[in-house]
């Protein structure tokens, strides 16, 4: 089933997903990409995204390989540029980062992206992507060249968001930036939740398990986490947990 469909159908019912970042920067060594590939599939996590800001190695095809090979979850890419479009990943975030006033990364790359999209079988989900200020400068925004929207100005965090929608993408995603310092507050989670009915994604500092679930109750239908399992694989468990505990009891009261 498409990335896509998944996640509308999941948001119909208030069930929600879980996406680890692997940076192929960080996944140079095969045997620890491999750990964690397995560590999620044990502890069924919904998507693997793969990308950065910044990617340095030419291993964007091995990490997705390693995956591919090793587990059935889908892989969705997670690009920072033009360059990071693997055509052997599942599915794509077309992302059109929103929150900025950067030409190139509201429509730049995506023309260059796009016929080299074309030629793939990537499910393509056309993302819109918010960044919100988390306290010190991230790689997205430093690279970006673009000022995330300040924590506490809600209204323009919805308003980017609404108008993501209106012009037909078909998520948005909230991003305080990789390792970020402050995790995106559950007050600015819920307003941007109510200005879209696309499904949400959320990541950027979720580092403990009580972030995590705060973030799913203020209205995140997928969180992503990064940063937090390259320092503590096993928080995995504990995130995971969260996510299935909250989808069981959806299961409970239907
Ligand atoms: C349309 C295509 C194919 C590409 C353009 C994609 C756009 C607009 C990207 C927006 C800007 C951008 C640089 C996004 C990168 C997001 C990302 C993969 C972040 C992952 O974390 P890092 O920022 O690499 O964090 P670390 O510093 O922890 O490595
Ligand atoms: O690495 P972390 O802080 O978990 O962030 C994940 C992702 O949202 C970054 O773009
Ligand atoms: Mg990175």
Not at 3 to 25: E, M, Q, Y
Not at 30 to 50: G, H, K, M, T, Y
Not at 149 to 178: H, N, R
């Amino acid at each position: 089933m498409s990335v896509l469909k998944t996640l509308r159908d999941r948001h119909a019912l208030g069930k929600k997903s879980i996406a680890v970042l692997v940076d192929p920067d960080k996944a140079e060594d095969p045997a620890r990409l491999l750990q964690l590939v397995n560590l999620a599939s044990e502890n069924c996590i919904d998507f693997f995204f793969v990308g950065g800001s910044l990617v340095t190695t030419s291993n964007l095809a091995e990490v997705v390989k390693v995956i591919k090979e090793n587990v059935t979850i889908p892989v969705v890419l997670f690009p920072g540029n033009s360059m990071q479009v693997e055509p052997t990943a599942d599915a794509l975030l077309f992302l059109s980062l929103i929150s900025g006033r950067n030409p190139e990364l509201l429509i730049g790359q995506h023309v260059v992206a796009a016929p080299i999209i074309r030629n793939t079988k990537l499910e393509v989900i056309p993302t819109g992507y918010v960044l919100i200020n988390s306290g010190r400068i991230t790689s997205v925004a430093y690279i970006s060249n673009t000022t995330p929207i300040p924590d506490d100005k809600y209204s323009l965090a919805a308003c980017t968001a609404l108008a993501g929608e209106m012009l037909g993408l078909q998520s948005i995603y909230l991003d305080a930036g990789s390792g970020a310092e402050k995790e995106i507050s559950a007050k600015m989670i819920a307003t941007v939740r109510k200005s879209v009915s696309v499904p949400l994604i959320v990541g950027g500092g979720i580092n403990t398990s009580q972030k995590a679930f705060n973030a799913l109750e203020a209205g995140a239908d997928m969180i992503v986490i990064g940063n937090a399992l390259e320092k503590n694989p096993n928080l995995l468990m504990e995130i995971s947990d969260k996510v299935y505990e909250w989808n069981q009891s959806i299961e409970a009261g239907k």
